[in-house]
């Protein structure tokens, strides 16, 4: 067994930092892990509560030592998570999986609810590096928009807001100011576009991509166990969303477009709809 | 005659070369089957299905241990029902064996689930008797000879296909299970299956898993199932597919050497990706070459002493 996924894989047990409210279903959970504070916008750990359950998570941010996690209460594991206080004990183990590239040209992000956590990873490394770098930020109401004030100084351009309910920015779904901005004419065309929220938005996001021409790289989520390219519970197609992904390019999007948006395993490794 | 130095005959099956999939890893999907048989793999072998669904446990299910893996999926499965479908399409893309892995409650069960699989297509069924993490299954009908002797007489009377039965390292002695196996009418047998083992977390002082325990894998088994092999092949005669912790054609060449016709090759997907079924394959043959061999069907069982 190589020493570095034996390392990677190998359990830490650490204490949370700090616990940031962010709206009241999402809080960000700050904690120490030199190994998770390496990683490249994209990647993702496996949390383990204990005695509760051991989930995936998309990074968030890293700052030093330490790395930060945005986790919304959907299910058992999260509710019970956010629960959990300052000084609580955790386990973490990675980063895992592969890692947005980082195109210098035009980029365009879409993030739709806490999809936006690593794409705001992936923007502040981006925002000294891209010409253009433009957001569009979606969810179903005012607060569940995430790090909007975060976003705003990382972009070249105001990040245009959609939501669901017209609470706040232009009320229709965030692939609406996709479409304008990539039909735009007279500037540069886009060089990618990142996308990462609800795989609904993704599926329009890569049509849309595909109808304008313009590459992108999606961060998909499927059910997961061991996080290592083992146990195939997190097969999209051929690829494995944990070892494969779970970052994925138009070529890869292409092949697995009949689940894209559709259909996952379930625990039991039968196919349900998304 | 036969040029292909890695080709291999086993319980009726022709492999093009002797590395396979191993039950329990990358999964059911005719997709990641045919990826792995892309890759180079001689065979593959799905994970155990049962004759109904299984969720498995919740996570942790698997834990990092020193060059090892301990994992406790809990045997998750679509059932025999609804994977019919995908062995019939698996058995229209996959271009090498295609073994189904199956595990029941009791001897109907396993016959029933064999019978299923055989008829939707698969070139052969591998018995699971030995998985060490669920109750009334697996493992606690492998560590019987007399239960373990039913379930195979029940399932070779059921179909017609080659009955394959991965034995349990967990055992006192592996050789009897091994010849109780082969009495029944094994038509080869895989050993072996993962080690039991815990891992336990000091600062919470808890076990991490949560079934508590699970089956050990990877390089730390390595010399346990190589000596099971060994074991075997000096007293039974049914064919041996080696199993447990093989990363690299030198891992592979001892398992043949103990005695195995063939291996399985699992957790060193995790770091090697596909690409391990080839560059073990590519080792076997350099080896073959430069030891002057033709095949490798002349050293099975050549570190053999008796």
């Known amino acids: 067994m190589s020493a570095k996924l034996n390392a990677t894989n190998t359990l830490r047990v650490t204490r949370i930092a700090s616990v940031k409210t962010e709206n009241q279903t999402t809080k960000t959970y700050t904690f120490k892990d030199a190994r998770c504070a390496k990683a490249k916008p994209g990647q993702f750990l496996m949390l383990w509560i204990p005695q509760i359950d051991e989930i995936p998570l998309s990074i968030m941010n890293t700052e030093g030592n330490s790395v930060s996690v945005t986790v919304k209460a959907v299910g058992d594991a999260t509710r019970h998570l956010h629960n959990m206080k300052q000084g609580e004990t955790i386990g973490v183990r990675g980063p895992f999986g592969n890692h947005f590239t980082q195109n210098n040209g035009n980029v365009l992000l879409v993030g739709g609810g806490t999809g936006t956590a690593p794409l705001l990873f992936l923007a502040k490394q981006l925002a000294t590096k891209t010409k253009r770098l433009s957001f569009i930020i979606g969810a179903k109401t005012k607060n569940e928009l995430l790090f909007l004030n975060q976003l705003d100084p990382l972009c070249t351009e105001q990040p245009v807001a959609a939501t669901e309910d017209g609470t706040y920015g232009l009320k229709c779904l965030a692939t609406q100011p996709l479409e ?95 | 005659m036969n040029s292909n130095p890695l080709s291999t005959r086993l319980a009726g099956l022709e ?134 002797t039913q379930v195979i007489r029940q399932v070779k009377a059921a179909t017609s296909k080659p009955v394959i039965v991965k034995l349990s390292p967990n055992v006192t002695d592996i050789v009897e299970i091994a010849q109780a196996a082969s009495a029944a009418g094994a038509d080869a047998l895989t050993a072996v299956n993962t080690v039991r083992a815990i891992a336990i977390d000091a600062e919470t002082a808890l076990p991490i898993l949560s079934n508590t325990r699970g089956g050990l894998s990877g390089p730390a088994v390595k010399p346990i199932a190589l000596r099971c092999v060994y074991d075997i092949y000096e007293k039974v005669k049914t064919p041996i597919i080696g199993c447990g912790g093989i990363t690299t054609w030198k891992d592979a060449v001892e398992f043949i050497l103990a005695g195995a016709s063939a291996v399985q090759i699992g957790t060193a997907l995790a770091q090697k990706n596909p690409a391990v079924f080839q ?14 061999y033709r095949s490798i069907k002349e050293i099975v069982g050549k570190a053999q002493r008796n």
Request: hydrophobic share 40%.
């Open chain 1, 180 to 274: 304008t901005l990539l039909a735009e004419e007279g500037k540069e065309k886009f060089k990618m576009v990142y996308a990462c929220g609800p795989e609904a938005m993704t599926r329009q996001v890569f049509n849309l991509t595909e109808k304008h021409g313009v590459q992108m790289e999606a961060s998909l989520e499927r059910l997961m166990r061991c996080g290592i390219g083992l146990c195939g519970s997190c097969m999209i197609g051929k690829y494995r969303v944990c070892k494969d992904g779970p970052v994925f390019n138009s070529q890869q999007l292409r092949e697995v477009k009949d689940e894209l948006g559709i259909s996952k395993l379930g625990f039991d490794g039968n196919r349900i709809p998304l």
């Open chain 2, 15 to 148: 492999l093009r070369n002797p590395t396979a999939l191993a039950s329990g890893i990358l999964g059911y999907s005719p997709e990641s089957l045919q990826r792995i048989a892309e890759a180079g793999a001689g065979a593959v072998v799905t994970k155990s299905v049962g004759l109904t669904p299984r969720v498995g446990y919740p996570n942790p299910t698997v834990v990092q241990a020193n060059c090892g893996i301990i994992n406790a999926m809990g045997l998750p499965n679509p059932g025999i029902a609804e994977y019919a479908s995908e062995i019939r399409y698996a058995k229209t893309v996959l271009t090498v064996p295609f073994i189904v892995s199956v595990y029941g409650y009791s001897a109907e069960e396993y016959a029933a689930v064999a019978k299923a699989a055989a008829t939707a297509g698969a070139d052969a069924v591998e018995l699971n008797v030995s998985c060490p993490h669920v109750k009334e299954t697996g493992s606690e009908i492998g560590q019987n000879p007399k239960l373990l």
């Open chain 2, 279 to 292: 560059t073990i394959n590519r080792g076997i043959t350099a080896y073959l070459k430069k030891k002057k």
